[in-house]
């Protein structure tokens, strides 16, 4: 580069904001990539050294021209090698994709480049419309999926509200991929219960789960919706996880008092949420949600705690799950 040349860069003063978008470019690049090639099935073939004619052969490909250019671009992000004619998946994030608890992970992914790409894309007709975008439609599988990358954060949380307390019966409601009634009855084989979501495929969807779990005989999966099902009996444990935001902010108080009535004398309800925050990661949700029809905003964690003790409940405790995030498990008992 020649001296004048470096000079007139050097005097930009916008260069190192242009530098570091380039920078984000190529994360989107390279997040673009891991997207496309576990979703179109590259990256499941490049566990171990693999030619290029390999790949058209196992892939279902019209266009090599286009093989080729997704191959040069996983290179150039630095997450496929390549040497004499072959390729594997070197990454770290590429090798996490292909792991064995990867879907989650995919999922994710796929949440972020389908449906919150399209949200910052319409965000300017929502906000001068006034309206929000219908984008759930039967995302609600991938959302759940995608939600699993917490599992391991949640876990010890959702067991320990399980666990010594002999015969119980449970009400899990937005019953997801059915894990939680699972990791409720790994801790307390006495566990009964039920679980409801608005979605029928969903509740399908879990009900194979727990069949295939052998938990079909202790848990039963209902479409419903938690404000207005009518369900027999009381409840020893009742859970929100992952979906307080489903609920109206001005509706939470009349839900939370609901669920207290459903409540035996000494149950409990655990909720597990991320909360309004500072941090990227939880004002990118809270973004999200708010533009999306059926979502709402993302509560404070001193508004839930309020709001459920003046529900009447006598104990509100609360503990961080993930480190660095305003993501929290919050309990609520009678007695």
């Known amino acids: 580069?020649?001296?004048?040349?470096l000079a007139k860069l050097?005097?930009?003063?916008?260069?190192?904001?242009?530098?570091?978008?380039?920078?984000?470019?190529?994360?989107?690049?390279?997040?673009?990539?891991?997207?496309?090639?576990?979703?179109?099935?590259?990256?499941?073939?490049?566990?171990?050294?693999?030619?290029?004619?390999?790949?058209?052969?196992?892939?279902?490909?019209?266009?090599?021209?286009?093989?080729?250019?997704?191959?040069?671009?996983?290179?150039?992000?630095?997450?496929?090698?390549?040497?004499?004619?072959?390729f594997r998946a070197s990454g770290a994030r590429a090798r996490a994709l292909m792991a064995e608890d990867g879907e989650a992970l995919i999922a994710l992914l796929q949440e972020m480049m389908t449906y919150h790409q399209v949200v910052y894309r319409d965000f300017g007709q929502h906000m001068a419309l006034g309206q929000s975008g219908d984008y759930l439609g039967q995302g609600g599988l991938m959302i759940a999926?995608?939600?699993?990358?917490?599992?391991?954060f949640m876990k010890d949380f959702v067991q320990a509200r399980a666990a010594h307390r002999g015969p119980i019966r449970m009400l899990e409601i937005g019953c997801g991929s059915g894990v939680y009634m699972r990791y409720a009855s790994e801790a307390n084989p006495q566990v009964t219960g039920i679980g409801i979501d608005l979605?029928?495929?969903?509740?399908?969807?879990?009900?194979?789960?727990?069949?295939?779990?052998?938990?079909?005989?202790?848990f039963v999966v209902c479409q419903g919706d938690i404000r207005t099902a009518e369900l027999s009996g009381m409840f020893d444990l009742i859970t929100l996880y992952n979906n307080i935001y489903y609920f109206a902010t001005e509706e939470r108080p009349a839900l939370l008092r609901a669920l207290y009535e459903r409540l035996s004398e000494k149950g409990i309800l655990a909720i597990i949420s991320m909360f309004a925050g500072a941090g990227p990661e939880s004002a990118n949700f809270d973004l999200i949600l708010r533009a999306t029809a059926g979502c709402?905003?993302?509560?404070?964690?001193?508004?839930?705690?309020?709001?459920?003790?003046?529900?009447?409940?006598?104990?509100?405790?609360y503990q961080r799950l993930f480190p660095g995030q305003p993501f929290y498990g919050v309990v609520a008992s009678r007695a």
């Open 1 to 5: 580069m020649k001296l004048q040349t």
């Open 10 to 86: 050097l005097m930009n003063p916008n260069l190192i904001g242009q530098m570091l978008i380039r920078q984000d470019t190529v994360a989107l690049t390279r997040a673009n990539f891991l997207y496309t090639a576990s979703t179109c099935g590259l990256l499941k073939q490049l566990a171990d050294w693999t030619s290029r004619d390999a790949l058209l052969e196992t892939l279902d490909v019209a266009r090599p021209d286009l093989l080729d250019a997704l191959l040069q671009v996983g290179v150039a992000v630095k997450e496929l090698s390549t040497s004499k004619g072959q």
């Open 145 to 152: 999926q995608s939600s699993r990358i917490l599992e391991p």
């Open 199 to 218: 979605q029928s495929y969903v509740v399908n969807s879990t009900t194979a789960w727990l069949k295939a779990w052998g938990l079909n005989g202790r």
């Open 296 to 317: 709402f905003a993302l509560p404070r964690l001193d508004e839930i705690r309020d709001q459920l003790r003046q529900s009447g409940f006598a104990t509100v405790q």
